[in-house]
């Protein structure tokens, strides 16, 4: 069964996606959203080895030519780190949700997008000193939990 | 009827030439046109006694008469009005000062070189280059012999042009350029922002690169 775990604290400098153990790179968008109703959206957008965009379903296509690095945080920065790790085959019913290790129930939804796209702002680019303004982002995560008394409670899931 | 159309004729010439053009027609140069558009108002001019008054003494109105070639020899009355540099000395290029402002400034040579050129029209001319040393004196000698050194031609921006002085026997003193600090500045501004600009670029790059190093995303 596939495995996808993230690791963030909440901003893209500090967000690693790791595919069945292994850290992968050069990914341009990842998109999970899961349902208790059946909705099972889980799409990556990677670039591969060969410099081409591949869009996959996470849990159900061969990520081809996907780039692997070695794991970029240390075991002190990663305890800094939240883990997402989402063990599924495509279906809702045999999904599970572990955070930091332990997992999780009750979950009424997941939401997660992540996107990068570089600002090719031309020669403004040059002034910005600041560096997110050079990179548009994208980073919601959300995890609606179903509580004891049926109240419904929402969470960010890496703040 | 002809004063309508002498009257129309000289409306129409006020209202399209240039003062200009009036002043090169010969014919209403001599004609006084003020005058005669007075006399026209108060209805004393008529075009029969001026077409007649005009064929006694001038060009036009008389039937051609002995043809005569044409003179090869100008009138010296234009010589007469010619400038007095003809074209010895560059028009373009250098700066006009006098001789005695030139002694002033520069004062006494190390050594002056007398060298004999030609200009533009092909006639001797005799220059006195003055030498006071230095990377201007080479300067100097290279815009003498219309060549200079490779590696003159960077530093030759930052001085000015070799300075010419019409002598009134007919030669010319050359001086030698001065360094121009304006220049200098100049280039030292377009140069710093051409590096700011590229280190900016430079830095914003790699901090992008080095901020996500270790992120999956790229």
Known sequence: MPTLSIESNGMLEKTAVYYNGSQISGIKELLVNIDEEGLFDCVIQYEGSDKKLYTKQIFTDTLTNVRTVPASFSEEEAQLLQLLTIESDGDVESSTLFLNEEPLDGVVSLYLHIK?????????????????NLINETFKSEITFRNEDDSLETEDIFL | MRKTIFVFALISIFMCSTQQELMSQATFVNLNIADKFEKIIKGNFSLDKLISARRGGGSFGRSRGISRPRST????????????????????????????????????????????????AGSPVNYNVHHYGGFSSSLMTGYMMGNMAWWMMAPSML?????????????IDVYPPSFDWGKLFTILIIAAVIIYFARAYRRNKNRVVSNYSQSSFS
Not at chain 2, 159 to 171: A, N
């Open chain 2, 73 to 120: 020899t100008r009138s010296t009355a234009r010589t007469a009005t010619r400038p007095s540099n003809p074209q010895r000395t560059p028009s373009f290029g250098g700066k006009r000062m006098s001789s005695q402002q030139a002694q002033a400034k520069y004062g006494v040579p190390r050594k002056v070189q007398p060298m004999s050129g030609t200009n533009a």
């Open chain 2, 159 to 171: 001085y000015s042009r070799p300075v010419y002085v019409e002598k009134g026997d007919g030669s």
């Open chain 1, 116 to 132: 990068v796209d570089k600002n090719k702002d031309g020669i403004s680019s040059i002034f910005k000193k600041k560096q997110y």
